[in-house]
């Protein structure tokens, strides 16, 4: 069977009996305490990782930004305040304020075409888009900090498996060092199984070091600068569930992904719907009061003003709108499809991997660790040669990293399918 990983333990050593025992008992159980707090467990992970990964964090500003942009959307134009004084500082009748008119006017835009309309739609829009992006980004994180707990279990898993075959080498070289004891067996055997030992024990370093760098990765997650972790939890035995390709297949359009591509698609129609609307002059209404100083009398003064599209009707404007409206279309329909096959490629990935680490771990492992078995019991025993001892070594090697990387690529391909199907959360392994 596959080598699982092995709980640690805690030993805490007491001493000055009889002399304080309550506080031996104490400091003991504060010990045991500190123990379970390091180890850190999937729930734990993404519970840090939604409280403060910077990512979030850019997509909550976003979202807040984009509700006040539509709140803005709602308001009408300002009105404009105009203060004039004519007549002034001329000569003869018009010398200083002798004859000055006082002008106080006020004048409002009226937005025709339902600009104003149009205008909130496409704020509400972004706010959706806004709120669909800060989804996808839970989506996201999440996914990447389950990759990297896994990344963290298999770093686990493998350095048990080097100290196990570190193990399994030393136990044949010393089987070998008998038989050259006995004069059964050449000088030379002890020199091959020598580097075989030795090989095992530069890949113990190299797994310990692939841990160290994988739980850092996982702190990152939200924001921490090293591990404050000594292990996590899980077993990769525990193989992921292979969902029916027709059922994800129907709910692909019901992801937040495809929300945003209808969404960005929806704005192009917007915009473009803004552009017919904004050849549609608008005339701004005007309303003051006017002062005469020489006759000291007042009046009220009313106008309407438009802008005269002599220049720019706006026709280059629409054609854009039109081009990018047809370009959002395509991204959207090309969108569509990739993510079609990227989901067929995620479904197919998964059943590759459970499908080799089920045939690994219930047929080929199991062979060959009854196959080394027989040739260390052989070896020993004088009937086998070093050479069929190292094969049958390396194959129950090569057999146990396989099944382990089979299992690490299904629980992987496993979040890499919830993460295309829209799913934010949910462990691979337990």
């Known amino acids: 069977m596959f080598l699982r990983l092995i709980p640690l333990g805690v030993l805490c050593a007491l001493t000055g009996f009889g002399t304080h025992p309550v506080s031996a008992i104490a400091a003991a159980e504060s010990t045991a305490l500190s123990a379970a707090e390091s ?6 992970a993404l519970a840090r990782t939604l409280r403060t990964n910077p990512n979030l964090t850019v997509a909550t500003e976003e979202r807040s930004a984009a509700e006040a942009e539509h709140r803005r959307a709602g308001r009408l134009p300002n009105p404009e305040l105009t203060v004039t004084l004519e007549n002034v500082a001329g000569e003869g009748a018009y010398k200083d304020t002798d004859a000055a008119e006082l002008t106080i006017a006020l004048s409002q835009p009226v937005e025709l075409g339902g600009k104003r ?9 972004g706010r959706q888009l806004a709120a669909n992006g800060e989804q996808l980004t839970r989506i996201d994180v999440l996914a990447t900090t389950r990759q990297r707990y896994i990344a963290v279990q298999a770093a686990q898993e493998g350095l048990v498996l080097a100290k196990e ?9 010393a089987a070998a060092e008998e038989r050259i004891k006995a004069g059964k067996a050449p000088q030379i055997d002890r020199l091959r199984l020598q580097g075989e030992a030795s090989m095992s024990l530069l890949a113990v370093a190299q797994a310990e ?12 997650c939200w924001g921490g600068s090293s591990a404050d972790f000594i292990r996590v939890n899980g ?18 359009e019901q992801t937040p992904e495809a929300t945003n591509r209808h969404l960005a698609t929806e704005l192009r129609s917007n915009e ?22 020489e006759s000291d009398e007042n009046a009220w003064l009313f106008g309407v003003s438009f802008p005269l599209p002599l220049f720019n009707q706006g026709q280059d404007e629409l054609v854009a709108a039109n081009s990018r409206l047809n370009g959002a279309k395509a991204r959207e329909l090309n969108a569509r499809t990739q993510a079609q096959s990227s989901l067929r490629s995620a479904w197919y990935a998964l059943a590759n991997a459970k499908a080799e680490a089920e045939v690994l771990g219930n047929q080929v492992v199991p062979a060959a660790v009854e196959g080394f078995a027989a040739a260390d019991f052989g070896y020993r025993a004088g009937k086998f040669g070093l050479i069929e001892l190292l094969d049958a070594q390396k194959a129950l090697f090569e057999a146990r990293q396989r099944q382990f990387a089979a299992q690490v690529a299904c629980h992987l391909a496993a979040i890499e399918l919830q993460r295309l199907q829209g799913i934010e959360a949910g462990a691979a392994t337990r």
């Open 39 to 44: 180890v850190l467990t999937l729930e734990e």
């Open 117 to 125: 309309h149009l205008r909130r739609e496409a704020a509400e829009l």
């Open 165 to 173: 075959q570190a193990t399994l080498a030393g136990k044949s070289l």
């Open 209 to 220: 070091r692939a841990l160290e760098t994988s739980s850092q990765a996982l702190a990152a």
């Open 235 to 252: 077993e990769f035995s525990q193989l992921p569930e292979l969902p029916a390709l027709t059922d994800i297949e129907v709910s692909l």
């Open 272 to 293: 473009l719907a803004q552009a017919r609307a904004r050849r549609i002059p608008d005339p701004s209404l005007t309303v003051g009061w006017r002062q005469f100083e």
